[in-house]
């Protein structure tokens, strides 16, 4: 009893290779457009990934961050090619030769495939191209100062009438570090009058404590001025007293 050997069915000729050779070209198309297919999904779920980043970093950037704009836009162009171009690597290429002549078949399929790779490879490289810019972003974004959230800058005050005058007393939230000048202002004869004015440093914490003495009055004015980024920038609260 003899055993036929495991490849005694496999004649490895000249027919075997054209076999072979055949499968080698038409999937120099077919594969690549699978290939493109694979890409538009994976376009489409970058897109949802992108909306999240993208709403991420604005969320924590500096409004005026013209870098992180930038960063953060460019995936939204980046990508609407990409799906263009992939796109394009499915539908067919348009190509012209003599049916009659193999010579012009061969040497247009071969110019048809080639395209569909450029194509391919145009696609790819511009969805990396947006996960870069979209990671540079969100990383951008948050190696800036944020924006407070939850926390903005306020004023209070409050007035308590002494037997010699009035005090007020102010508080608040203020940017830390920053030279706050409250300044208080009440009305005699209908025209405004600054009463009193403090240049008070704000410590780490952001808070504004401080009071000043006044004579008293039927109302009092309190502001608070400071610079922030070139601009100056003012709280204003009315204050009842006692006069």
């Known amino acids: 009893m003899t055993e036929s050997a495991p ?3 496999m004649v490895v000729g000249e027919e075997f290779w054209l076999i072979k050779g055949r499968e080698m070209v038409e999937a120099a198309v077919t594969k690549r457009e699978v290939a493109a297919e694979r890409i538009l999904a994976a376009l489409a779920w970058f897109w949802t990934v992108y909306s999240a980043a993208a709403l991420l970093g604005v969320a924590v950037a500096k409004p005026q961050s013209v870098s992180v ?3 953060l836009v460019m995936p939204i162009i980046l990508l609407v090619v ?4 992939a796109t394009s690597v499915i539908l067919p290429v348009r190509v012209t030769f003599d049916p009659r002549i193999p010579v012009q078949i061969e040497s247009e399929f071969l110019a048809a495939a080639d395209e569909k790779k450029k194509r391919l490879l145009l696609a790819q490289g511009l969805m990396i191209l947006s996960a870069l810019c ?3 972003g969100v990383a951008v974004s948050l190696s800036l100062p944020s924006r407070p959230v939850g926390e903005e800058f306020s004023l209070v ?3 308590a009438p002494r037997s010699s005058g009035t005090t007020v007393v102010v508080s608040g939230n203020m940017p830390p570090g920053s030279n ?3 300044t208080v202002t009440v009305k005699s004869s209908g025209k405004s009058a600054v009463a009193a004015r403090k240049l008070v440093t ?5 808070r504004l404590n401080t009071a000043l003495t006044l004579s008293k009055a039927r109302g009092y004015q309190v502001s608070a001025n400071w610079i922030k980024s070139g601009l100056t920038q003012i709280l204003t609260r009315q204050v009842s007293g006692a006069g």
């Open 7 to 9: 490849f005694s069915g």
């Open 69 to 71: 704009t930038a960063l």
């Open 82 to 85: 990409a799906y263009a171009v």
């Open 134 to 136: 979209i990671s540079a």
């Open 157 to 159: 005050a409050r007035s």
């Open 180 to 182: 706050v000048l409250v």
């Open 202 to 206: 704000i410590p780490k914490s952001g």
